[in-house]
């Protein structure tokens, strides 16, 4: 009898888990629809880019957004600034030295809800060879039901913009102007769009029919 209550028990808890390991959704970014971007001084004005090549992957649980998780991977060599010479600068060694460093990532460890629709995402970084940790503010956009080829999908939403300094990730070079000061600021600012699509489970396929048996002749 005791074992038996024992087993009862046991099976209650994996019952009560399971709700709760299926809360967790997979979402993917929808590069047409996202948007890496930065932007630096430039003298005296503000030069923007973007990377055109990057993917990422949220796993959101709605109801305890702590436990969700993030990653993304941006291919160096795909920065564009509109202007072919200057990027070839950007993926030199004076920069990114895509050669070499040919990614740059970031791996959630940590997610803080603050306020509504507010979160602060720490993580590792690592950009040009060196990892470090940052916390950056995100803002959520909301979810929508979308029609797809397929049906009924759903688009989640994120915004995240804050200032990094380049030099913190050994991109040093400058040029100093004779008036003083330099060419370039150290902060750069990051912009972030993310809209992100679910990614639902693959539905099984039917069963083949059974082959037809031809009856033998006698």
């Known amino acids: 009898m005791r074992n038996s209550r024992i087993a009862v028990f046991a099976a209650l808890l994996v019952a ?16 047409n629809h996202s948007l890496i971007g930065f932007r630096i001084r430039h003298f005296v004005s503000k030069v923007e880019g973007r990377f055109k090549d990057f993917d990422g992957t949220i796993w959101i649980d709605r109801q305890n957004p702590s436990a969700s998780k993030v990653e993304l991977t941006i291919q160096a060599a795909s920065i564009d600034t509109s202007v072919e010479g200057r990027d070839r600068d950007l993926r030199s060694e004076n920069f990114f030295d ?46 929508l039901k979308v029609p797809t080829r397929g049906g009924m999908g759903e688009k989640a939403g994120f915004e995240i913009t804050f200032p990094l300094n380049r030099k913190d990730y050994g991109m040093t070079w400058n040029r100093p102007l004779d008036q003083g000061g330099f060419m370039l600021s150290d902060d750069v600012d990051i912009n972030i769009q993310v809209e992100a699509n679910k990614q639902m489970p693959e539905q099984p396929r039917p069963a083949a029919p059974p082959a037809a048996v031809t009856p033998a002749k006698g």
Not at 16 to 31: Q, V, Y
Not at 99 to 108: Q, R
Request: hydrophobic share 35%; net charge positive; glycine share 8%.
């Open 16 to 31: 009560a888990a399971l709700p709760a390991l299926a809360e967790t959704e997979t979402f993917t970014f929808d590069k």
């Open 98 to 143: 895509v050669a070499k460093y040919p990614t740059i990532s970031f791996k959630s460890t940590k997610i803080t809800p603050r306020g509504s629709d507010a979160y602060d995402v720490t993580g590792e970084f690592t950009m040009h060879g060196v990892t470090k940790t940052i916390t950056v503010p995100v803002k959520h956009g909301g979810f």
